[in-house]
């Protein structure tokens, strides 16, 4: 039974955050002052295991997901994650499945790993070409050129078309934008630009600190002009455009500008278990007491419909500077 929220969205997308640890520590997700050595990341027993995760995402498909994405924190840091990925695809009606990652952890050998059991797209993150600029955003001083490679490896595996996300902030990594432009034009890679967003509380987000996605495609087609490309179907995050001269295509996720909560269709599960239903929500539903009580599947389908027909979450529609004062989860909780 496909299940529909209070606007008539439907649940379509799955993001699983397999754990809370990050390797980098991006300024715009992570920042070092309050992700410091003293962190008190999640013990291992309050994870959900991957049994319990691919059991929720069993239920989940009867509600409707059909896309499933493994994120973070940083995905490839949880050991034998390649075996989570091989559980859901034996999933009967889970049509894709596909990972984020920071790319540090993706060699070609994990790579194909990762694609013999079942993952079939992953997305690496990118900002900056140049390493002195990517540095000061990863803070952990890790270079392009291994994420670079991490994205050939991925190509290599055929976990393609791979994405490349590319977080724009003002003053960091705008003056980045053609050439990250130019090295993906003609690699049949996907390169997106996300706004930078308010996402928790904790990453200082100042409006003033967003590059538009209005400029950031100006700044490309006033180079190479670009045409819109429709969406492949409802509900896609980012914008979809083409260069003119058939170089392939890019894309924008326009959050903070233009906002796309009518069709949002996605909900992310923590590490711990609790269920969130907006990127930008204040708390979590907690699918794990309900599984570690011994719920059955009916019972725990049951607090997911009615979860999902009470959604009503807008929260990039009404953004606010009251809105954006709430207490809200962070990135590296629920992964984007
Ligand atoms: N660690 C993995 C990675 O970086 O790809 C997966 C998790 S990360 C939270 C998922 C995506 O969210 C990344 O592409 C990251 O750049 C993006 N992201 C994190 N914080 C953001 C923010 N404040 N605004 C926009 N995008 C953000
Ligand atoms: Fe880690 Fe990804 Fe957040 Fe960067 S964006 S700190 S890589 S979780
Ligand atoms: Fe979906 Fe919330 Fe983002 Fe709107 S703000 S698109 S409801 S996740």
Partial sequence: MALTDSFQRPLRDLRISVTDRCNFRCVYCMPKELFGPDFAFLPHKDLLTFEEISRLVRVFVRGGVKKV????????????????????????????????????????????????AGLQRVTVSLDSLKDDVFMKMNDVHFPVSKVLKA????????????????????????????????????TGHILRFIEYMDVGNSNGWRMDDVVSAKDILNSIHEVWPLETVPPRHAGEVATRYRYQDGKGEIGVVSSVTRPFCGACNRSRLSAKGRLYTCLFASDGFDFRE??????????????????????SDRYSELRSDETRRRNKIEMSQIGG
């Fill in 69 to 116: 994405r493994l994120t973070g924190g940083e995905p490839l840091l949880r050991r034998d994650i390649e075996k989570l990925v091989a559980q859901i695809a034996e999933i009967d009606g889970v049509e894709d499945i596909a990972m984020t990652t920071n790319g540090s952890l993706l060699t070609r050998e994990r790579a194909q790993v990762l694609k013999n």
């Fill in 151 to 186: 994205i050939d490896a991925a190509a290599e595996a055929g976990l393609t078309p791979v994405k490349v996300n590319m977080v724009v902030k003002r003053g960091l990594n705008d003056e980045d934008i053609v050439e990250m432009a130019q090295q993906f034009r003609g």
């Fill in 290 to 311: 309900l599984l570690r009580s011994g719920k059955s599947d009916e019972e725990v389908f049951g607090a997911l419909s009615e979860l999902w027909g009470l959604r």
